[in-house]
């Protein structure tokens, strides 16, 4: 493999990951956001200044939900190398990127804090930014997203490496998130305490299982060769 194969190899699995982390980001913002949502003033203190501005967050949960599964289905079709699927990956990246960023309007002026949308809005703009570079004519050839379903490599590897990443966020957002969701002394984020375990560890063995797989299918052949 030569240093430019080797370096395209990278900008395309870097491209996955900063996608599915955005996919992550927006289903975890629009999942967690409906608590204030729907009862901003039961939980006091600056999250029940967000009150008067509740049918605008509900509108943002389902907006955000609807965006990150759409953007969880083009992310699976961009690492299979699915031809004309980057128009769907920069729809899903503009919306949920224009979702988190009316949000971090309204928590600013209102609550004076953002965090932490302002993680989701950050990681979705340079999710957006990384995909219109690579959609550049010289850029797209070479980052060959479109080949990587055709010869199946590369796409594994994206997948695996993006679902680690994303299991180990999710399965920590109690600790990243927590220090913003304290009332009255309790984490509101172990609410979700079960769902994030489950969806965390699936996520996780997922992706240990797509980075194994080629080295389980290279086993198998080497044995399949040793035994004729």
Known sequence: MTAQSSGNKF?????????????LMTLLGGIGTTCVAFAAEKFGGSMAKLAPVKPIFQALVVISIAAGIFGLLATIRLARGRRGVINQVLAFLVVAGAASAVQ?????????STAPNNV????????LVAMLIYRLPGMWDKVGYERAGGSGKGAGLAGGAALCLCGAITLTTPLWAGPTHMVDGFNTVEVLGWQLLVLGSAQLLGGIGLL?????????????VESI
């Open 212 to 224: 194994i797989a080629p080295l389980v299918r290279r086993g198998e052949v080497v044995a399949k």
């Open 120 to 127: 989701r809005l950050y990681v979705t703009v340079l999710a």
């Open 104 to 112: 971090y309007y309204y928590s600013l002026t209102l609550r004076g």
């Open 11 to 23: 900008l395309r699995v870097l491209g996955i990951i900063l996608l599915s982390l955005a996919v």
